[in-house]
């Protein structure tokens, strides 16, 4: 059975600190894509990562992937309060181009 | 987003009554999905479709159908609404390069 895994599943951090979201999936891809959702919202791309090896970054945020590992981090740096929301990681497992979404990650940074 | 709509964004129905929520896109994309979102469950798969009247069964498929008659539209019908369908459902099209883009979401409540 395919799962995507992510931890921790909630995160409260401080205002300055750095930390990982860790994203695990049980199949081979190659495609992983990140998802922030803010309360009552929609969710909106943040990053696209389509080979081994990968890295985006945007801002405070920087996603990676190891596909030998089938991992994906998503890293934030020196946290401020707009980062608070939830953040999904989706695999693209190339079956009838369906993807499959990790549980979220419900981040709350504190002042 | 833009290039796809959901409607209507807020439903309030009975028990045992039909429901068709509606997707609506101008990106001519194939590929057209239902998600619903509960909380702990992330997002799940209920219905995709890969072309006009080609359409598959998702992870939690049962007590829902799909039709597309057009490119543009794809509907989600509960043919007899129970109180386990309260969710949001989130509409989406897809690219490998870009990944899902999402609708707006409906919220459905069952009473």
């Known amino acids: 059975e395919l799962k995507v895994e992510q931890n921790p599943l909630f995160l409260s951090m401080q205002e300055g600190k750095n930390y990982t979201i860790y994203c695990n999936y049980s199949?081979?891809?190659?495609?992983l894509y990140w998802y922030r959702q803010d309360p009552g919202k929609s969710l909106e791309s943040l990053f696209v990562?389509?080979?081994?090896?990968a890295v985006k970054q945007e801002g405070r945020l920087m996603a990676s992937l190891d596909t030998k590992a089938r991992l994906s981090t998503l890293h934030i740096t020196a946290a401020v309060h707009d980062l608070s929301a939830t953040y999904f990681c989706?695999?693209?497992?190339?079956?009838?181009?369906?993807?499959?979404f990790g549980t979220g990650t419900s981040l709350t940074v504190i002042p | 987003d833009a290039g796809i709509t959901q409607s209507p964004r807020h439903k309030v129905t009975e028990t045992g009554t039909p429901v068709t929520l509606r997707c609506h896109q101008t990106?001519?994309?194939?590929?057209m999905y239902w998600y619903r979102q509960d909380p702990g469950h992330g997002l799940r798969l209920i219905h995709y479709?890969?072309?006009?009247?080609?359409?598959d069964k998702g992870e939690v498929s049962d007590g829902y159908s799909v039709s597309r008659s057009k490119t543009e539209d794809f509907l989600l019908t509960l043919e007899s609404a129970t109180s386990s369908q309260t969710s949001v459902y989130f509409c989406?099209?897809?690219?490998?390069?870009?990944?899902?883009?999402f609708g707006s979401g409906t919220r459905l409540t069952v009473v």
């Open positions: 989406a099209i897809s690219s490998t390069s870009y990944g899902y883009t």
């Open positions: 199949t081979t891809s190659d495609r």
């Open positions: 990562l389509l080979s081994n090896g």
């Open positions: 989706a695999v693209d497992m190339s079956t009838g181009n369906q993807f499959y």
């Open positions: 990106e001519n994309h194939r590929y």
């Open positions: 479709s890969y072309g006009v009247k080609d359409t």
